[in-house]
């Protein structure tokens, strides 16, 4: 059975630091590039970074640019966010997913498997 176990949330005063992981299990995690991507209350989902199978190629939405940063340690099968500098524009649940190396990033359409979220709350 594949999962993705997202941790990590929290609530946080802006400006404050989280790190989220996402442990995989149920499939092979290191033939996978991986994402995450967030959804604020009454917002549609929003690709936030992606990472290739290998550990390189690592990307960003506009907004998290310099804040964000993804890593994923394939011995663990394990991705992570490190977020810094949090804003109240970050409150959102986040989910990681797996997909294929070849995928655009934030075309979810292509994404294999979904993990559960993890609920980050920045207050201002």
């Known amino acids: 059975e594949v999962q993705l176990q997202a941790s990590g949330g929290g609530s946080v005063q802006s400006g404050g630091s989280l790190r989220l992981s996402c442990v995989a299990s149920?499939?092979?995690?290191?033939?996978?590039?991986m994402s995450w991507v967030r959804q604020a209350p009454g917002k549609a989902r929003e690709w936030v970074s992606q990472?290739?199978?290998?550990?390189?190629?690592?990307s960003y939405t506009n907004s998290v640019k310099g804040r964000f940063t993804i890593s994923r340690d394939n011995t663990k099968n394990t991705l992570y966010l490190q977020m810094n500098n949090l804003k109240p524009e970050d409150t959102a649940v986040y989910y990681c997913?797996?997909?294929?190396?070849?995928?655009?990033?934030?075309?979810?359409?292509?994404?294999?498997?979904w993990g559960q979220g993890t609920e980050v709350t920045v207050s201002s």
């Open positions: 997913a797996a997909h294929w190396d070849h995928v655009v990033p934030g075309d979810m359409n292509e994404y294999d498997y």
């Open positions: 990472i290739r199978s290998g550990g390189g190629g690592a």
């Open positions: 149920g499939f092979t995690f290191s033939n996978y590039g």
